[in-house]
């Protein structure tokens, strides 16, 4: 029940903040294009690490921690 939780909320934070930014359509939204892509591609890096990769790590951690 709680990753289901967890899930949520990431995806929801994820999301508010890439669609923020890539949806800025003000007067000179074309120079702030890099910076957009530069934190829109961090944010969906660190989701992905967030989501699979640190509960793959508490996974192989608390198995190793049961054989001692």
């Known amino acids: 029940h709680s ?8 995806l929801m934070t994820a999301f508010t903040m890439i669609n923020t930014i890539g949806a800025n359509s003000e007067a000179g939204a074309v120079s702030y294009f890099n910076t957009g892509l530069t934190i829109s591609s961090s944010m969906l890096i660190v989701t992905l690490f967030t989501l699979f990769i640190l509960p793959t790590m508490y996974v192989i951690s608390a198995k190793k921690s049961l054989c001692f």
């Open 3 to 10: 990753a289901e939780v967890r899930l949520r909320s990431v």
